[in-house]
């Protein structure tokens, strides 16, 4: 007998399948269970499968598995869907009275429940709580007491009144009564409740929560799933602090609103997917130059191009590293849980204002459509600090101003971060501009000025190498030779993977890194082992190409970048030096 | 904000490297009166420039500023203001960077109605990259890439803006610098979407649309007693005349809300706690 049950409703996309698999989802949190959900989705509208799964158990579940025990299916495509999930003693709950439904085979060794979903549905009110009288039978099936089911029903129904929400508890009973009345089976799940209290939640809203927490008061974003959570989360709720969420044109247009909005002196944030992530590079190299402090979600989803948009992949890594012409300095942050989701983007926040520059933070669809619980505390607003660098007071102007009076944006200071003034600070006035400039802020080729503020630019990463934690996540025995490595969401996966091969007499050690630049040395946690494996969801594993840069032997370099080309004597004379003394070298 | 702010203020010590003669100086000149005349200083002031030699701009005034990428001008003002509202946000650039590159941003950026100026400086062609035709030059307007002229019509900038829902819509050139800055002055003091094309001529690259060939076509609607900028029809028929180039305030809706004011947009968004908004365990609450 499994300590958790794996619970499914599938139909059509527009059969409510979201909506009522959350209202089982909470009923269950609510009675102080955890659990974990995924969706199976395609994205048209109408037509086409969806369903909504649910992980429940007693304990943590930090993923899913391939077992199905009770599955609501509103269509026969649901079942065909998940025969290989689906095993002996699953049981199917179906509507017999429905003509497409009528000629449903059971798979042999499962028990299939025929209920007049829709005729009891009318009974309590009307058709349309056809799925409710399911969630009633489920209840009945799973052993769960059907009132865990009112609350979540009053949350989800109580704005149209009582009278919907009676209604609707009603269904919920009709169902279970009909199987009590009907089916003289002893079910073997009994789903247990605790005294614990579980908040619900997904990814994206936990970015959203985050970006809240730690003061973001400017958001502009351009639909895109699995994206839109985050933006459909804040609107509404950012004017209460207020704040305000502009919906874009384009992603062109969203990064550069928030860049307008992190100018202004506003913590500013824009989430979007892979599509929107390449046009938002257009601007991205702007605002690493300028030094503004913005944060963009990347909620990656399966590409490229247009891809696989309701599927999961981690490939947009190397575009976040790497992504955008010339060389930009910026930080990139993978949360590994949904509950890593909202400290990560709080974090997020203060990096980008401390070192003054574009913080990635990159979730990906299972994250986002991922609803698991968890205590409270794990988001503890008061352990919220926020940090907001070198922002000048209104009294320290003149300290940053050269002799002629002009504040210097882009001074060079010795960790590389410059001071920074809002607009509206008197003597604080300062142009920024994409072209190479000098410290005031001012276009320049000057070939000096122009090492000096890429050197600066550098710095502020170096410093912030230094002072901040850039460390991973571990689990599993420390001893093992076995060494597994991965990055983002694959992390509950793989933790779980691990009790199966603790099972099996396998132990591993294993490091989930949320830090991708800049990132933990990993060189001798991977010398030390026998075996390293690489985990991530792409087919290239440009997690584990970096992994094997970083432990590379290293190469001597020269490097010019003061925007003249190599001269060959002065080149045949700096390998030289390299070759004398191995330094390397900067022209 | 002070009173005694003079035009020059807004100067910053960069001299122009714009050609002799080029009409951006005079846009230039214009757009800094308006804002001195309207009670702004530097330090209150947000300037948003695009690519080209007009968004050259933002270095040679002095305020707080950027200089973005070629065609997002637009919403970098858009975000600033609704960021923080007691600014005094004008936006400037080209007519490659607006109608073409940013023709996206600049219709949207009307029918939302930000209380911003935007200040185009039209001289029906790319100056910077040495002289291509542009969105608003002439069908026959021979360039180095229109052998022939573009054959295309040009796109009327006044028109879209109008079709957009525009709230303020004028014309002015860089020349005449008394009426320029009196029309800038008055799309800042609009409480919405101030847009001025201003005619603003290349002496390098453009030998069509010249000062003279300005100076002796435009009609002043300033001058002209029964035009009431208020009414729609009037403006839709000075906006579509294909005979006539009309400078003024062509259009003002001084009714309809701006977007600061439909989104109770007040606050400073700099303003922010130390640590979480105090009641933010509510949010957490939300989820159970
Ligand atoms: C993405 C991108 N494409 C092309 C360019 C090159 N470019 C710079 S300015 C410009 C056109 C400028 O024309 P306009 O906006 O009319 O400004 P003007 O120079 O005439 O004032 C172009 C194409 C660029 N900077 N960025
Ligand atoms: S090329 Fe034309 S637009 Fe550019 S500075 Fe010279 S005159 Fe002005
Ligand atoms: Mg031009």
Known sequence: MHKDLNWAIGGEAGDGIDSTGKIFAQALSRAGRHVFTSKDFASRIRGGYTAYKVRTSVDRVESVVDRLDILIALTQRTVDENLDELHEGSVIIYDGERTTMQDLEIPEGMIGLDVPLKSLAEDAGGAIMRNVVALGVACEVASFPIENLDESLEKRFGDKGTAIVDNNKEAARLGQEYVEETYDHAFEYELETTDNDYVLLNGDEAIGMGALAAGCRFYAGYPITPATDVMEYLTGRIERYGGSVIQAEDELSAINLALGAARAGARAMTATSGPGIDLMTETFGLVATTETPLVICDVMRSGPSTGMPTKQEQGDLNQLLYGGHGEVPRFVVAPTTVAECFHKTIEAFNLAEKYQLPVYVTSDLSLAVTEQTFAPEEFDMDEVEIERGNLVEPGDVESWQNDQGQFQPHYPTEDGISPRTLPGTAGGAHMTTGLEHDELGRRTEDTDVRIDQVDKRSRKVETAVEREQWDYREFGDADSDVLLISWGSNEGAIREAMEFLDDDGVSVRFLSCSYMFPRADLSEEIESAEEVIVVECNAGGQFADLLEHDTLSRVDRINKYNGVRFKADELASEIKDVLATGAEVTA | ?288
């Open chain 2, 1 to 288: 904000m002070s009173s005694d702010v003079r035009f020059t203020d807004f100067k910053s010590d960069k001299q122009p490297t714009w050609c002799p003669g080029c009409g951006d100086f005079g846009t230039m000149n214009g757009m800094m009166k308006a804002l001195a005349e309207t009670g702004n200083d530097p330090d209150n002031t947000f300037i948003v420039a695009g690519i080209g030699c007009s968004g050259k701009i933002g270095t040679y005034m002095h305020s707080y500023a950027l200089h973005g990428v070629h065609g997002r001008a637009l919403p970098v003002g858009i975000g600033v203001k609704a960021a923080n509202p007691e600014l005094e946000v004008m936006v400037a650039g080209g007519d490659g960077d607006g109608y073409s590159i940013g023709v996206g941003h600049f219709i949207h950026a009307v029918r939302r109605n930000m209380d911003i100026t935007y200040v185009v400086m039209d001289n029906r062609i790319y100056g910077l990259t040495k002289g291509q035709f542009s969105p608003t030059s002439r069908e026959d307007f021979e360039t180095s890439t229109s052998p022939e002229g573009p054959k295309q019509a040009p796109v009327n900038p006044l028109a879209l803006a109008l079709a957009a829902g525009g709230t303020f819509i004028a014309q002015s050139f860089s020349s005449d610098a008394q009426r320029h800055a009196e029309i800038v002055k008055r799309a800042v003091e609009h409480d919405g979407f101030g847009f001025v094309n201003v005619y603003s001529p290349c002496v390098t690259f453009n030998d069509v649309d010249t000062y003279d060939y300005f100076r002796d076509s435009l009609v002043d609607l300033g001058e002209d007693e029964d035009h009431d900028p208020t009414d729609y029809d009037q403006a839709t028929e000075a906006i579509l005349d294909s005979d006539a180039e009309y400078q003024g305030v062509i259009y003002q809706d001084e009714e309809s809300a701006s977007y600061n004011e439909a989104h109770g947009l007040t606050e400073n968004m700099a303003d922010i706690p130390d640590g979480a908004p105090e009641d933010a365990m509510d949010l957490v609450r939300e989820f159970y």
